[in-house]
């Protein structure tokens, strides 16, 4: 089941107001997870759903906006972060589970273009975003709170073109928000995960930004505090193991 955060939370808050130790093992763990996890953890949803286990309930958004809502009081089981600073951010808060946390996959940054573009850029030092963006603007979640924004202001600054485009980026609040400006042509080019390049039929990739320009992308997992689901646990297990990561896998995720 996809929720947005506001479905989520209204169901997450009105199933613990009603739940039993009878009813909780009944419903599957409520999981907040990064933007670019759909698919991948759609998949895996579905595959432990089809061991006869309760489905998990899976909300998405950008991973500094799940983290805050996680120390607003959030009732949640799992949290899945597309960097480890939010998650430590949430650790430092006393709300994860001790002993909880796993960093299990990696992913690429890629500059992508709408399909039917014929724009033609190679990514290196002083390459000319900023000519080639003309009057247009550079699709990126927000560069200064979300993962996939931060990590592309990091390549842009490493490879000497942050300033040359500041002023031409259009913060999206996650990084399948920024997907979408390039999908619907309202953005020449866009910055996001090989992953969500991979998930769309109306991009393309222009080039992959090198590894050594940004941190290292990586997802951690933890279970929260405050779960009470007894299927939380099991189904953390399961996504850490060879047969969860195979999942991420085939969506194109690298596994650790």
């Given at each position: 089941?996809?929720l947005?955060?506001?479905?989520?939370?209204?169901?997450?808050l009105?199933?613990?107001?009603?739940?039993?130790?009878?009813?909780?093992?009944?419903?599957g763990?409520?999981?907040?997870?990064?933007?670019?996890?759909?698919?991948?953890?759609?998949?895996?949803?579905?595959?432990?759903?089809?061991?006869?286990?309760?489905?998990?309930?899976l909300?998405?958004?950008?991973?500094?906006?799940?983290?805050?809502?996680?120390?607003?009081?959030?009732?949640?089981?799992l949290?899945?972060?597309?960097?480890?600073?939010?998650?430590?951010?949430?650790?430092?808060?006393?709300?994860?589970?001790?002993?909880?946390?796993?960093?299990f996959?990696t992913?690429r940054?890629?500059?992508?273009?709408?399909?039917?573009?014929?724009?033609r850029?190679?990514?290196?030092?002083?390459?000319?975003?900023?000519?080639a963006?003309?009057?247009?603007r550079?699709?990126?979640?927000d560069?200064?709170?979300?993962?996939?924004?931060?990590?592309?202001?990091?390549?842009?600054?490493?490879?000497?073109?942050?300033?040359?485009v500041?002023?031409?980026?259009?913060?999206?609040?996650?990084?399948?928000?920024?997907?979408?400006?390039?999908?619907?042509?309202?953005?020449?080019?866009?910055i996001?995960y090989?992953?969500?390049?991979?998930?769309?039929?109306?991009?393309?990739?222009?080039?992959?930004?090198?590894p050594?320009?940004?941190?290292?992308?990586?997802?951690?997992?933890?279970?929260?505090?405050?779960?009470?689901?007894?299927?939380?646990?099991?189904?953390?297990?399961?996504?850490?193991?060879?047969?969860g990561?195979?999942?991420?896998?085939?969506?194109?995720?690298?596994?650790?």
């Open positions: 089941m996809l947005t955060i506001r479905q989520f939370l209204l169901l997450a009105a199933a613990l107001v009603s739940l039993t130790p009878a009813r909780a093992a009944q419903r763990p409520l999981v907040l997870a990064a933007a670019s996890l759909q698919e991948a953890l759609g998949d895996a949803a579905k595959a432990w759903a089809g061991r006869r286990n309760p489905a998990p309930v909300s998405f958004a950008a991973s500094s906006a799940l983290a805050r809502q996680i120390e607003a009081g959030a009732p949640a089981d949290f899945i972060s597309a960097d480890e600073e939010w998650m430590d951010h949430v650790a430092g808060k006393q709300l994860i589970r001790p002993g909880s946390r796993a960093t996959l992913n940054l890629v500059l992508v273009a709408p399909v039917k573009s014929a724009a850029l190679a990514i290196g030092r002083n390459f000319p975003l900023a000519r963006l003309g009057q247009g550079l699709a990126m979640a560069p200064d709170s979300v993962p996939a924004g931060k990590y592309g202001k990091a390549a842009l600054g490493a490879l000497g073109v942050w300033r040359g500041e002023g031409k980026v259009a913060r999206a609040e996650n990084v399948r928000a920024a997907l979408a400006l390039v999908e619907r042509g309202e953005a020449p080019f866009g996001v090989a992953t969500d390049a991979r998930a769309s039929t109306k991009v393309r990739i222009i080039g992959a930004f090198p050594n320009t940004h941190p290292p992308i990586t997802y951690p997992i933890a279970t929260l505090k405050t779960s009470t689901n007894p299927q939380a646990e099991a189904f953390r297990r399961f996504l850490l193991s060879r047969e990561k195979a999942i991420f896998a085939r969506r194109g995720f690298v596994a650790r």
